[in-house]
Structures are given as C-alpha cells and as structure tokens.
C-alpha cells in the first residue's frame, strides 16, 4: 500500500513537471512570436519619413512581388505571404525611388524615352509622358530606333526608363548594345543585368505603376523648374 502511495506521489511529481515545462515552452513560445512579429512591423513601418505614407505604398500593392524571386532581387524581400507570395521591404522601395529620382534628374525630356509593354501600364506611362514630356514607347517597342541611323524614326537618347526590363527585352539590349545607363523598375522575378539603377517594386499593377511614376514625375518636375 505504501509502495502504491509513494508511486502515486511520483507519478504526481512527474506530471506537474511536465506540466510546467509545457507552461515554460508555450511562453518562450509566444515570447519568440510576439518577437518575430515586432521585428517584422519595425522593418516594415520604420519611423523614417518616406517619400508618401507607408500606407499609400501598401493600399497601391507596391510592396507585393511574385512567387519568384531572382538572386539580384532577393535583398529587397523581407518575406513569403501565406500564398507564396513574395513581400518587399516598402523602406527599400522608398529607397530605391529616391536614388531613382536623383538618377532621372539628370537627364533632359528630350534625351529619355520610357518602355512599358504591360497594358497595365499604358494610361499611366501616357500621362507621365504628357506632364513630363519624356518620349514613351508602349505596346510594341520600334525595332532599332535607337541604333539605326538610317530610320527617319532615328534619335540618341541618354536614359532609358523601362517599367519591366524582363518583358522590354528588347529596349534594354538596344539601350545596353549603345551603352546608355537604364532605369528599370524590377519586381521580385526580375534579373538586374543590363539595369543600371534599379526600382524595386510591383511593376505589374497599374496602381503600383501609377504611384512610383507619380513619384518620378512629381521630383522629376521640382528639378527641372
């Protein structure tokens, strides 16, 4: 009977062990989550001022890449969503837009052309077109406009802008081949060869497009006068 009793206070002794080691786990747990997640917000909403709010980036989707992600974008992501979606880091974005601005500020109207062939695209490229007075080349880029002397068409630009340099091949060899620096907003699924000044950024919405080439126009406009 005694032998029972003193089984039975093991047994007991056993079990509130147990119990407070799964107590101790699920709080270093929660610990570890309420971490993760802290660090996350602060790479996400860091206090810096940004070029427009923090939300405005996010309502434009202008922080959400593909599934794919490409060495040279790989920095510029902070994580996966759920979906298998990639999430770039929106205080990168804003980083990158402001060495964007500088880089395009350089430059004359009349010695820019931009590239967009997503239709997605069009009515915002048209606009950028039309208040900044940069040449746009949508839908289908003109074969050798920029490297054949001989076309009418014929001009010497000295920056290209391109929305989507993977899906503008063509514009980013002609710009390479007559070595003119290229501008490229590159989402997550982007190679940046060939690109000399990379946007990171949604390059597939017509809202994340409309918004980082308001951005562009915006500064592009104040240093021009």
Not at 31 to 55: A, G, I, N, Y
Not at 77 to 93: C, E, M, P, Q, S
Not at 107 to 127: H, L, Q, T, Y
Request: hydrophobic share 40%; glycine share 6%; net charge positive.
């Amino acid at each position: 009977m005694q032998i029972i009793k003193a089984d039975e206070k093991k047994l007991e002794k056993i079990e509130a062990e147990n119990e407070e080691d799964g107590k101790e786990k699920s709080t270093k747990k929660k610990e570890k989550k309420k971490l993760s997640e802290t660090e996350l917000k602060r790479v996400m909403t860091d206090t810096k001022e940004t070029l427009v709010p923090l939300t405005d980036y996010i309502a434009c989707s202008v922080h959400l890449g593909t599934k794919v992600i490409t060495p040279d974008m790989r920095k510029f992501v902070y994580k996966r969503r759920a979906d298998g979606l990639a999430v770039l880091n929106t205080n990168l974005i804003d980083d990158k837009l402001r060495e964007g601005m500088a880089f395009l500020a350089k430059f004359n109207p009349e010695d820019v052309f931009i590239a967009c062939k997503r239709e997605a695209g069009w009515p915002v490229v048209e606009k950028f077109s039309e208040v900044t007075g940069i040449r746009a080349f949508m839908k289908k880029y003109p074969a050798g406009i920029i490297t054949n002397i001989r076309l009418e068409t014929f001009f010497e630009p000295k920056l290209a802008l391109i929305c989507d340099p993977w899906v503008y091949k063509n514009a980013l060899h002609d710009s390479n081949l007559i070595k003119i620096p290229v501008l490229g907003i590159c989402d997550t699924n982007n190679y940046a060869q060939g690109v000399t000044q990379v946007i990171a950024g949604n390059n597939k919405s017509r809202k994340s497009l409309g918004l980082m080439l308001f951005i562009l126009a915006r500064t592009y406009l104040k240093a021009q006068g």
